[in-house]
């Protein structure tokens, strides 16, 4: 059996972890995530994609800003949304591919435990 060699896991990997799966907690979070993914987006067209009002919009990419997971690019008085690295795009394709195999019905928002 082969056996990768261990990468040293430090600190800014575990908090690095824990942002994305803070930001994934959330459904509109998770949501935005997977729209960015696509294409950067204004934070308007955000909104009535996702059926959320502007200010529930604002406060989540607040949060994505705060986690670094998206950034703001100023466009004269607005501002448009992209993820911040290159790379999110493709983990979350690969992350949904795996929550495909996974249960639905294990841990709903109401019964998980893991809190």
Do not use: K
């Not at 824990?18 to 909104?47: F, K, W």
């Not at 994609?49 to 703001?72: E, F, P």
């Amino acid at each position: 059996m082969y056996r990768s060699p261990m990468t040293t896991v430090t600190m800014s990997h575990t908090e690095a972890l824990a942002r994305l799966g803070h930001a994934l907690s959330d459904q509109t979070r998770a949501s935005i995530l997977l729209a960015l993914r696509e294409a950067p987006a204004y934070p308007s067209d955000l909104a009535d994609a996702l059926g959320v009002s502007r200010q529930v919009m604002s406060n989540q990419l607040a949060c994505l800003r705060g986690c670094g997971l998206v950034t703001a690019e100023r466009e004269g008085r607005h501002s448009w949304y992209r993820l911040a690295d290159p790379h999110l795009a493709p983990a979350l394709s690969h992350l949904l591919r795996v929550v495909l195999f996974v249960d639905p019905t294990c841990c709903g928002p109401d019964e998980c435990t893991c809190t």
